[in-house]
């Protein structure tokens, strides 16, 4: 072949190539350019067989603009496509990407920002012809203003077997940011809804079950009617895996009896889009009613399961000893006041946090355990109950207490059974997490006579226990006769006390160091030992334990030298976890407590066992800790973006799961390698 022909050759190669690969790796539109932003198609094939295609409708937008989902609330309006002048096409199916949530001019919205791909599914007339798309795109855009755009799109897709695009695995990852409408792909176990008619309100409820936690969910509503975007409230079961929803609406806004309700779902654990069939119940209280009782129902368990803390037992067992040192009748009023001073304490509690709540203070179940003068006036207290179980120590009210009536009756010891109920309440908020988590998140976020009334059955399941010894005081016949047992108990218990004491002494010694502890036990066992003070009368003692109380602020008696850091643990006030999750870290993070026993417990028996030692270190999970035993606003804020109001807090974060993966407040070996697993495997 002469020189020319081979430049010839060389010519046709390259225009051949240049033509040929552009068909097969590229097949797009041009760009419809607007104002502040610009939309094309794409396809992930450059020839079509088949009588359906899925191509993309791509949308960029300039930094901070915004277009809208199919619901976009009270702003603005879904984009509208037509394609009547497209030959050979008979349906175009728009797909939407879950929303996100964002505020334009004071107005919520649900939509995208920057760039987004909405998938689009064609149906095919015939599919041995060429697919001619003509599309005229209405749309919205916007940032402090509204842009509306109009484009005009073209794209032609050649007929024949079927070659990928590298426009491909764009679709591919746009139609895996879709809802999954398969509940067989997810972890859903059951969805229903109901839509309740008041004389003002419809509320749209939700029942959804899940085998897997809920964490945080989002959720979006689709209508014929374009409902705006409401906070709706979230209740969830004691494990996390069953969450009520409820978003009330003006009830002009729903028109029609009955209609499809779109649902879709987005959290940690699931994203998910479903399509019911609803109708209007036109009698919302009865809904609302088993709504509020199972929120009694859930405060009632709580309360009483406080009763086997190890916080509370010792309290409550005390209680049932002095049963053998009174008559009946004597006995059923002392029980009867003990519970009344529990449920007014939890009343106090819960109209106090609720008020702080009110003006936009951080609350927290447990707080007062932060509060170093709460520490010290607790712990001389189950000192004075510890000695008193020895019998070191008693205190003898003056006789003129004798005139106090209470409740209609005029006895000095019922004033002590009314303020041991109050103590019984404030001792057992630091390892009551577990069980009163899901309570304490109801009466947070729900309204105020719900919030009361949570705390008020709280209490009452927590009283209990002294009602039934008030209501039925026979009861005590199933406990053994008195006998020489009483003694070997009332040393038991005296030496929980005394666990109690070093448990407190501990927590005191991230405020004060071992100076004022010194102190304070040397005065506590001069005052205690073996004697009987009448302690209104004894004014040595009272100067000597105010002294000790009010001289704690001393810069003597400061502690100046905690640890800080742990070994292997980063503090979560020296890291930033949304810079570790970019650079594709695995974080573990652990909000504990000195005063917390739930942490303590989770710290023994999990996070510190040679199993989720190894499991860490063989997954290069970066370990972070948060000691809340003081008082911080970096945590508290924390804790309320995920809707908690208390500790233990334990959840893992990655680039997959950027919003983390929320754990239950009691741990276990499975559950955290489960979710090991899940970040690296699904």
């Known amino acids: 072949m002469n020189k020319t022909g081979k430049i010839l050759k060389f010519l046709i190669s390259i225009i051949f190539c240049t033509f040929y690969f552009n068909t097969v790796f590229a097949l797009s539109s041009e760009w419809a350019v607007g104002e502040t932003s610009k939309l094309r198609l794409i396809s992930p094939y450059s020839q079509n067989s088949s009588k359906n295609i899925t191509i993309g409708l791509e949308y960029q937008m300039e930094p901070g603009w915004k277009t809208y989902w199919k619901s976009p609330g009270d702003g603005g309006f879904a984009q509208n496509i037509s394609w009547e002048n497209s030959p050979n096409i008979s349906n175009i199916k728009i797909l939407w990407p879950t929303p996100i949530e964002f505020q334009i001019l004071g107005v919520a919205s649900l939509g995208y920002?920057?760039?987004?791909?909405?998938?689009?599914?064609?149906?095919?007339?015939?599919?041995?012809?060429?697919?001619?798309?003509?599309?005229?795109?209405?749309?919205?855009?916007?940032?402090?203003?509204?842009?509306?755009?109009?484009?005009?799109?073209?794209?032609?897709?050649?007929?024949?077997?079927?070659?990928?695009?590298?426009?491909?695995?764009?679709?591919?990852?746009?139609?895996?940011?879709?809802?999954?409408?398969?509940?067989?792909?997810?972890?859903?176990?059951?969805?229903n809804a109901n839509v309740l008619e008041g004389d003002n309100l419809s509320t749209i409820q939700l029942?959804?079950?899940?085998?897997?936690?809920?964490?945080?969910?989002?959720?979006?509503?689709?209508?014929?009617?374009?409902?705006?975007?409401?906070?709706?409230?979230?209740?969830?079961?004691?494990?996390?895996?069953?969450?009520?929803?409820?978003?009330?609406y003006n009830k002009k806004l729903i028109s029609e009896d009955s209609f499809p309700l779109e649902v879709v779902l987005k959290d940690a654990n699931h994203n998910f889009e479903h399509l019911l069939s609803v109708q209007i119940t036109k009698n919302i209280s009865n809904s609302k009613m088993d709504t509020y009782f199972f929120y009694v129902l859930i405060s009632l368990l709580a309360g009483l399961i406080l009763n086997v803390m190890p916080c509370v037992f010792p309290i409550l067992?005390?209680?049932?000893?002095?049963?053998?040192?009174?008559?009946?009748?004597?006995?059923?009023?002392?029980?009867?006041?003990?519970?009344?001073?529990?449920?007014?304490?939890?009343?106090?509690?819960?109209?106090?946090?609720?008020?702080?709540?009110?003006?936009?203070?951080?609350?927290?179940?447990?707080?007062?355990?932060?509060?170093?003068?709460?520490l010290i006036f607790i712990t001389f207290i189950i000192f004075f109950f510890m000695m008193n179980m020895f019998g070191q120590f008693e205190i003898n009210l003056p006789q003129n207490f004798?005139?106090?009536?209470?409740?209609?009756?005029?006895?000095?010891?019922?004033?002590?059974?009314?303020?041991?109920?109050?103590?019984?309440?404030?001792?057992?908020?630091?390892?009551s997490a577990p069980f009163v988590g899901t309570a304490i998140t109801a009466a947070f976020t729900q309204n105020y006579t719900t919030g009361i009334s949570i705390f008020l059955f709280m209490g009452i399941g927590m009283a209990t226990p002294y009602l039934l010894i008030a209501l039925f005081p026979k009861l005590v016949n199933f406990l053994p006769q008195p006998g020489i047992w009483m003694i070997f108990v009332k040393y038991f218990l005296g030496l929980l006390l005394l666990a109690t004491v070093v448990w407190l002494s501990n927590i005191l010694l991230s405020f004060f160091n071992f100076y004022f502890l010194f102190l304070s036990l040397f005065v506590l066992l001069v005052i205690t030992y073996r004697r009987k003070i009448p302690l209104f009368k004894n004014i040595i003692t009272i100067a000597v334990?105010?002294?000790?109380?009010?001289?704690?602020?001393?810069?003597?008696?400061?502690?100046?030298?905690?640890?800080?850091?742990?070994?292997?643990?980063?503090?979560?006030?020296?890291?930033?976890?949304?810079?570790?999750?970019?650079?594709?870290?695995?974080?573990?993070?652990?909000?504990?407590?000195?005063?917390?026993?739930?942490?303590?417990?989770?710290?023994?028996?999990v996070l510190n066992s040679d199993n989720i030692i190894k499991q860490f270190k063989d997954n290069d999970v970066t370990l972070i800790r948060a000691d809340w035993t003081k008082p911080n606003v970096k945590v508290n804020l924390f804790l309320e973006k995920y809707d908690r109001f208390g500790i233990p807090f334990n959840a893992f974060f990655s680039k997959k799961f950027p919003n983390g993966i929320l754990l239950s407040e009691l741990l276990s070996e499975k559950e955290i390698v489960n979710a090991i697993n899940k970040i690296k495997y699904d």
Not at 403 to 431: E, Q, R, V, W
Request: proline share 4%.
């Open 113 to 191: 920002q920057d760039n987004v791909i909405f998938p689009l599914e064609i149906e095919i007339e015939n599919e041995f012809q060429d697919v001619n798309i003509d599309l005229h795109v209405n749309y919205l855009i916007c940032k402090e203003v509204c842009i509306p755009g109009d484009a005009r799109i073209f794209l032609d897709i050649p007929a024949g077997e079927k070659k990928i695009t590298d426009k491909y695995f764009d679709i591919e990852k746009a139609l895996s940011k879709l809802p999954e409408k398969d509940f067989s792909r997810t972890y859903l176990k059951n969805i």
């Open 207 to 248: 029942q959804i079950e899940s085998e897997k936690s809920f964490f945080n969910p989002e959720i979006f509503l689709h209508t014929p009617f374009g409902l705006p975007i409401v906070q709706n409230t979230i209740s969830y079961s004691a494990n996390n895996k069953l969450i009520i929803a409820e978003f009330d």
């Open 317 to 374: 067992s005390i209680k049932l000893m002095s049963v053998f040192t009174a008559d009946q009748g004597t006995a059923r009023v002392s029980f009867l006041t003990v519970a009344l001073g529990i449920i007014s304490s939890f009343l106090l509690l819960g109209v106090s946090f609720l008020i702080l709540q009110y003006f936009n203070f951080s609350i927290a179940w447990g707080m007062q355990f932060q509060q170093p003068y709460f």
């Open 402 to 431: 004798t005139n106090i009536t209470f409740i209609g009756l005029s006895n000095k010891s019922y004033l002590k059974d009314f303020f041991n109920g109050f103590f019984a309440t404030l001792m057992a908020t630091p390892c």
């Open 545 to 605: 334990l105010i002294f000790i109380f009010f001289s704690a602020p001393l810069q003597i008696f400061q502690q100046h030298s905690l640890s800080g850091e742990e070994k292997d643990w980063a503090s979560f006030f020296t890291v930033d976890i949304d810079q570790l999750v970019t650079q594709d870290k695995i974080i573990f993070l652990d909000i504990t407590a000195d005063w917390c026993a739930t942490c303590q417990f989770n710290k023994i028996n």
